[in-house]
Nanobody, 124 residues
Framework: QVQLVESGGGLVQVGGSLRLSCAAS????????MAWFRQAPGEEREFVAS????????LYADSVKGRFTISRDNTKNTVYLQMNTLKLEDTAVYYC?????????????????WGQGTQVTVSS
């Protein structure tokens, strides 16, 4: 089992940047596919980005492609989400998720472990 703790959320203006971090417990972080999802008020949770165990393969939602970058440091048991050129519609609670089997995926039901989320608010 792995525990995930997100950090780095906050209030930022349109066009600004934030970097989210997700720290994982345990010694097997490198064996997990990691992902970020988000949930805006009144909306369903949606996929943002996913990264393979070694970090060589990534997958992005079309809405964030070219603006967000997912990365990981297996020596620090941490996955990151660099968010640039933020828009109002990026406002959401951002969740980190992991799966021990399979490949990068945008399917929420394929991820076994979830963090509690961190709030990102983009203001004008």
């Amino acid at each position: 089992q792995v525990q995930l703790v997100e950090s780095g959320g906050g209030l930022v203006q349109v066009g600004g940047s934030l970097r989210l971090s997700c720290a994982a417990s345990g010694r097997t972080f490198g064996s997990y596919v990691m992902a970020w999802f988000r949930q805006a008020p009144g909306e369903e949770r949606e996929f943002v980005a996913s990264i393979s165990r070694g970090g060589l393969t990534t997958l992005y939602a079309d809405s964030v492609k070219g603006r967000f970058t997912i990365s990981r440091d297996n020596t620090k048991n941490t996955v990151y989400l660099q968010m640039n050129t933020l828009k109002l519609e990026d406002t959401a609670v951002y969740y980190c998720a992991s799966r021990q089997t399979g490949l990068v995926s945008l399917r929420e039901d394929e991820y076994e472990y979830w963090g509690q989320g961190t709030q990102v608010t983009v203001s004008s």
